[in-house]
């Protein structure tokens, strides 16, 4: 019984091995392909892995990137400020909604709950220009409220979190309210740490919109010093599409938007799975 | 305690009932009503409009239903695109749910390094970014080799009819795609197995049931919520997908001149409706199921 057991360990382990290789061979592609020199990056088939590795495509990036009128600097600053305001932002007022959808009663709730499911299946592009109308007509344009109010309300992370909250057995919130806990104390000592997985997934996953988001950028930014990060890397990549040095400068750009997204990543996995092994719940 | 906190916790006790609960929604529901839901409303009223740019602002001219018939009548891209679309969609959820439940349910088994290969699954989530997906398509690394090696396109035509083969195909020639876009349905499956208690497993275990029972007894039905779950998920995924053709050729049309925004947002509710039709029987399907299990508990 023992070693049957063990055998079938051994072959789940190889065959998640050889699924997790196959599945990490694009980061492999994007790190490799950003050091690779100029004559690396047209052979064809492309190779995954870089012959003689070069920083020559960083050198070409941020040497394009000071002679713009706008310094890289101000780019990354603005994306790293929106994408941490709008993640805490994202995560307080999803979980409240979610917390009062998922344990309260009220008005209108079964209308709001299917407003929500509603509203995931339309796309952010097919409202850009209702949404410019709204940001210009409240004067956001040009100032980071227009970067971060239309991220704020996502339906994606409220439709997440209700499921996880829900799960919380109400025993434990009444046990809660008559040890004399207040809603407030009942939602930040016993919701938030309970439904942390939840959180962490919408964390990722919102940085990950909010990171590679030119939207907000290109519609309701005029001032080129209020934009992102990624709608730098996008212009620069659409002006030099067909050129044959903007590929080194693509690649390399692709790699640097893509790091700081593997970071969150790492940093979120980390308390995902923490969490799953310690959860109290049942 | 006197009377001033009594009648503080009275009110608290009123106002738990329901005051609280919107309170707590406040904030969401403003931002969701002023950057969603009116933005939504005032596509589907500039739908049934032409909207022309004019000096100060938009000029609207009430035209009907005249924008939906063009897109069925006079576009002679949308209607294949779309229906295109749909068929590789049908296929392709179906395809990344039941891959997710399979390797969830792997990654559910006691193995050594398990956390290890749990984050190598959720890794490929952010390749879901724009920048990088769109970089990867271009250079073609999505694709299998084996198809074109084996020419295996007059075979699937064969087997599933001439119009299905180019859904069929090109779901085979993204797997690697679909590989990709099960990271988040995985965590929601291995999030969903740790509320199913372990003292069930052993109480059936001790009443003989072999873990081939268990599945279908216990691990199944009590994953119900998160199949439907996942199912949703992956549809809304999917189409909302940046590259998706049926996006890319609304966009197309929202910024030219003499079709202009009331045109582009007549396809957009068509499509919205193709979507919510999907989503209702889904639901339905799923809504039913629950209902039941919950009669029967």
Redesign the interface.
């Known amino acids: 019984m023992r070693r049957r057991w063990s055998w079938f360990?051994f072959a789940?382990?190889t065959s998640?091995t050889a699924?997790?290789a196959?599945?990490?061979?694009?980061?492999l592609?994007?790190v490799n392909?950003a050091f690779k020199p100029q004559n690396e990056l047209f052979l064809f088939p492309?190779q995954f892995l870089v012959q003689n590795p070069t920083l020559r495509n960083f050198e070409l990036l941020f040497l394009h990137a000071s002679n713009a009128t706008v310094p890289f600097t101000r780019y990354l600053f603005n994306s790293v400020l929106v994408a941490a305001l709008a993640l805490a932002g994202v995560i307080?007022?999803?979980t409240?909604?979610a917390?009062?959808?998922g344990k309260?009663?009220?008005?209108f709730?079964g209308f709001?709950l299917s407003?929500i499911?509603?509203?995931?299946?339309?796309?952010?592009?097919?409202?850009?220009?209702?949404?410019y109308?709204?940001i210009s007509g409240l004067g956001m344009n040009d100032t980071y409220f227009g970067h971060l109010?239309?991220l704020?309300?996502s339906?994606?992370a409220?439709?997440?979190l209700i499921?996880?909250v829900s799960?919380i057995p109400d025993e434990l919130l009444e046990a809660a309210k008559i040890d004399g806990a207040?809603?407030l104390t009942i939602?930040s000592r016993i919701v938030i740490p309970l439904s942390a997985?939840?959180i962490a997934?919408i964390s990722?996953?919102t940085f990950?919109t909010v990171?590679?988001d030119i939207e907000t950028s290109t519609l309701f930014m005029q001032e080129e010093t209020m934009r992102t990060l990624?709608f730098y890397?996008?212009s620069l990549?659409s002006g030099l599409q067909n050129s044959v040095a903007g590929q080194n400068m693509?690649a390399a750009?692709?790699l640097l938007?893509?790091l700081p997204?593997?970071i969150i990543?790492l940093i979120f996995?980390k308390r995902?799975?923490e969490t799953?092994v310690h959860?109290g719940?049942? | 305690m006197d009377a001033k906190q009594k009648k503080r916790a009275e009110l608290?006790y009123h106002g738990?009932?329901?005051?609280?609960?919107?309170?707590?929604?406040l904030?969401?529901?403003?931002?969701?009503c002023?950057?969603?839901?009116?933005?939504?409303g005032?596509?589907l009223f500039?739908s049934f409009n032409k909207v022309q740019v004019s000096v100060g602002g938009f000029k609207y001219d009430y035209i009907g239903l005249e924008n939906f018939r063009d897109a069925f009548l006079k576009d002679n891209e949308f209607p294949v695109q779309l229906i295109t679309y749909f068929q590789q969609m049908l296929l392709m959820v179906p395809i990344i749910v039941l891959f997710a439940l399979f390797?969830s349910l792997?990654?559910n088994?006691?193995?050594?390094?398990r956390?290890l290969?749990?984050?190598?699954?959720?890794?490929?989530?952010?390749?879901?970014?724009?920048?990088?997906l769109s970089?990867?398509f271009t250079?073609?690394?999505g694709e299998i080799p084996f198809i074109d090696q084996y020419n295996l396109e007059p075979l699937v035509a064969e087997y599933v009819g001439q119009q299905f083969a180019e859904p069929v195909m090109s779901v085979l020639g993204n797997a690697?795609l679909i590989?990709?876009y099960s990271g988040?349905q995985i965590?929601?499956f291995?999030?969903g197995f740790?509320?199913?208690?372990p003292t069930i497993y052993e109480a059936v275990r001790i009443d003989g049931a072999t873990p081939w029972d268990s599945f279908w007894k216990i691990t199944l039905p009590a994953t119900v919520?998160?199949i439907s779950?996942n199912i949703?998920?992956t549809i809304?995924d999917l189409?909302?997908f940046p590259l998706n053709p049926v996006?890319a050729h609304?966009?197309e049309n929202?910024f030219k001149v003499d079709t202009g925004?009331g045109y582009?947002?007549a396809l957009?509710w068509i499509?919205?409706a193709f979507?919510?039709v999907l989503?209702a029987i889904v639901?339905g399907l799923f809504g039913r199921n629950m209902k039941k299990r919950r009669a029967r508990s």
């Open positions: 360990q789940l382990v998640f699924l997790a196959f599945m990490s061979l694009p980061i592609f994007i392909h492309p307080l007022v999803s409240m909604a917390y009062a959808l309260y009663r009220f008005h709730k709001i407003l499911t509603l509203s995931l299946m339309f796309a952010p592009e097919t409202v850009g220009i209702p949404r109308l709204i109010l239309p704020l309300a339906p994606v409220v439709f997440l499921g996880f799960q207040s809603h939602f997985p939840a997934t990722i996953l990950q990171w590679g990624a890397v996008n990549l693509a750009a692709g938007m893509f997204n593997l990543f996995q995902v799975l799953m959860s719940i049942k | 608290r738990s009932r329901y005051g609280t609960g919107l309170l707590f929604m904030p969401w529901l403003i931002g969701f002023s950057f969603v839901l009116v933005p939504v005032w596509s500039m390797i792997m990654l088994q006691r193995f050594p390094g956390f290969y749990r984050a190598l699954f959720f890794l490929p989530v952010i390749f879901a970014t724009g920048q990088v970089e990867l250079q073609e690394v690697v590989l990709w988040v965590l929601i291995v999030a740790q509320t199913i208690s919520p998160f779950l949703l998920y809304i189409f909302t996006i609304i966009r929202m925004y582009a947002s957009a499509y919205f979507i919510f989503i639901l």
